[in-house]
């Protein structure tokens, strides 16, 4: 059974690698673009910015923050969100721009949060960045990648049907292969939540306790 399963891994890699390396790299470039954007802000708007974020940590650390099981919640609920999203695109033949724009999108998220953080505070800021966004995000980035790539296949598989006539390309099993990939993937989003409802804000607590 492991066997067969790493085999499977192994195949599917072999297959979709070039996709793969593609959506590590565009994502990378989001991280980047989103990074330099932060120096693009004007400084009054870095000082708004500034602003809100130091109430909502002030807020936070006071306890006026929300219970763990609704931050759970809520982020299962983004998180899944998105990747239903690119899993319905998926089934569309024009889909494929649209997933890369979702997945370049998450990595300008990413990388104006971490920028933001570490420019305005400092090592305190990277840290802040490490526990609110990094660990959650060791999760969540690989499954947009891999859901990314699982989507743009089904997508592909579409293409080749309808336009090349491929009888090979059995679209109900490619559905089905994918439905399955997002049924588990949804799993791996329940961990990374559960670490953003659960271990997080403890974790940025003591970080906040530190730095000041």
Known sequence: MIESVHLYFRRHWMEYRSLYWF???????GVMFGAILVNSLTMELKNDLNGFVSQFFSQFQEGADMAPHHIFLQSLS??????????????SVAGVPFILILLFLKGVVSGFTIGFLVQQMGSGGFFLA?????????II???????????????????KH????????????????SAAAAGCLLIGICGAAAVEGYISPVLIKSVLSWIK
């Open 162 to 177: 309808l336009f090349q006539r491929k009888k090979s390309v059995h679209v109900p099993r490619v559905l089905l292969k």
């Open 141 to 159: 980035i690989p499954s947009y990648i891999i859901m990314a790539v699982v989507s743009i296949s089904i997508s592909l598989s579409m293409i």
């Open 130 to 138: 490490f526990t609110s966004i990094f660990l959650q995000n060791m």
């Open 23 to 29: 959506s590590i790299v565009l994502l990378f470039m």
């Open 78 to 91: 983004r998180h899944a969100g998105y990747l239903m999203l690119m899993w319905v695109l998926g089934l």
